[in-house]
């Protein structure tokens, strides 16, 4: 179990440019997650997928994000013409099949990617 | 909509104190609860979770107890230590299997 990974791990980019993060979940977790984390603030959730399906898409912060999950393995997150506002930690967890209760499944989180817009 | 207030920090101890963080929450239904913990540097990782009403999580020498009445699931733990010194995050599981964080405690534990 390698745990879940993100790559890059820090990415600077220019106001206007694309970015794209990509998530490796643990093998065999059917739920991925992906969260913001400002300075100060706990992280805050942008979408999620089972298996390849993308069962949420209204959290995420704009029409310039989105996120895929092609195979149901690794997914990304894509922002286009960042923003300076977009400076911040992206992260992604996964977890097991849900259980019975509703939202008692643990989330394991990667490392994070952190994005500076300058 | 569901919601957690935890105690802001910094909170600064000294070593072998015990240790108190606050946390409340807003949600309908029984949701799951969590302690997420962030050393310096490092990734979020859980520390405990309960799911029911009365349920003790414990690990590592911290515990919490998921209390209906009070909405409330307090970090606590009698002896901190220097490596204890991380941001502790409160949360709730929403209804979309997602967490719902609280701003977090920055804990610094003093020798």
């Known amino acids: 179990d390698t745990g879940v990974s993100q790559d890059p791990r820090h990415k600077i980019t220019k106001r206007g440019q694309n970015v794209t993060f990509r998530c490796d979940p643990i093998?065999?977790?059917?739920?991925l997650y992906w969260y913001r984390q400002t300075l100060g603030q706990g992280p805050e959730f942008l979408t999620y997928?089972?298996?390849?399906?993308?069962?949420?898409k209204s959290r995420l912060l704009s029409d310039r994000f989105s996120a895929e999950r092609p195979k149901g393995s690794f997914s990304t997150l894509e922002i286009q013409r960042t923003e300076q506002g977009d400076s911040a930690m992206y992260l992604c967890?996964?977890?097991?099949?849900?259980?019975?209760?509703?939202?008692?499944?643990?989330?394991?989180f990667g490392p994070g990617t952190r994005l500076t817009v300058l | 909509g569901n919601s957690v207030t935890q105690m802001e920090g910094p909170v600064t101890l000294s070593e072998e104190a015990f240790l108190t963080i606050n946390c409340t929450y807003t949600?309908?239904?029984?949701?799951?609860l969590f302690w997420y913990v962030q050393y310096p540097g490092e990734g979020l990782q859980l520390l405990l979770k309960a799911t029911k009403a009365d349920d003790k999580g414990s690990n590592k020498g911290f515990e919490a107890t998921y209390r209906k009445e009070t909405t409330s699931f307090h970090l606590e733990k009698g002896s901190v230590q220097v490596s204890d010194s991380a941001v502790y995050f409160c949360?709730?599981?929403?209804?979309?299997?997602?967490?719902?964080f609280g701003k977090g405690t920055k804990l610094s534990v003093k020798p």
């Open positions: 949360a709730l599981g929403g209804s979309q299997g997602n967490l719902i």
């Open positions: 967890a996964s977890s097991p099949r849900w259980g019975l209760s509703r939202a008692g499944d643990t989330q394991y």
């Open positions: 997928f089972q298996n390849e399906a993308q069962l949420e």
């Open positions: 949600a309908t239904g029984y949701p799951s």
């Open positions: 093998s065999e977790h059917n739920r």
